[in-house]
C-alpha cells in the first residue's frame, strides 16, 4: 500500500478556487487508481472523483462536474484535485484513497487513505 498526504485544504469564500495535493509514498504510484472522498459535518463520506493509473480515465460526481479537476503526475508521485467555482455546499474534509488498478467510485474498496485536509468555503 501506498502512504497518502493531502495538502491545499483552507478557507475560500465562494466562487473562489483552490487546488489540493496528495502526495504519494512508494515506487509503484502508477499502478494505483486514486479517489478523492469528502466529509462533511454529520454526513457519509461521498465520493468526488477518481483517476486511473496513467491519467487517461477521470469520473467525477455530478455535482462537481465542470468545476472540479482530478489530474496526477506519476513522476512526482501526486494526484491533484483542482476546485473552481466553490460553494459553500463544497465544505467539508477531503480526502485522497488509493488502490491497485481498478478505478472505483466505492470508498471501501479502497486501501491507502490520507488523514484529510479541510476546505471551508463561506458565502
Known amino acids: 500500500q501506498v502512504q497518502l498526504v493531502e495538502s491545499g485544504g483552507g478557507l475560500v469564500q465562494a466562487g473562489g478556487s483552490l487546488r489540493l495535493s496528495c502526495a504519494a509514498s512508494?515506487?509503484?504510484?502508477?499502478?494505483?487508481?486514486m479517489g478523492w472522498f469528502r466529509q462533511a459535518p454529520g454526513k457519509e463520506r461521498e465520493f468526488v472523483a477518481a483517476i486511473s493509473g496513467s491519467g487517461e480515465g477521470t469520473y467525477y460526481v455530478d455535482s462537481v462536474k465542470g468545476r472540479f479537476t482530478i489530474s496526477r503526475d506519476n513522476a512526482k508521485n501526486t494526484v491533484y484535485l483542482q476546485m473552481n467555482s466553490l460553494k459553500p455546499e463544497d465544505t467539508a474534509v477531503y480526502y485522497c484513497?488509493?488502490?491497485?488498478?481498478?478505478?472505483?467510485?466505492?470508498?471501501?474498496?479502497?486501501?491507502?487513505w490520507g488523514q484529510g485536509t479541510q476546505v471551508i468555503v463561506s458565502s
Open positions: 512508494g515506487r509503484a504510484f502508477k499502478i494505483y487508481a
Open positions: 484513497a488509493g488502490r491497485p488498478y481498478i478505478v472505483t467510485m466505492n470508498a471501501p474498496e479502497y486501501g491507502s
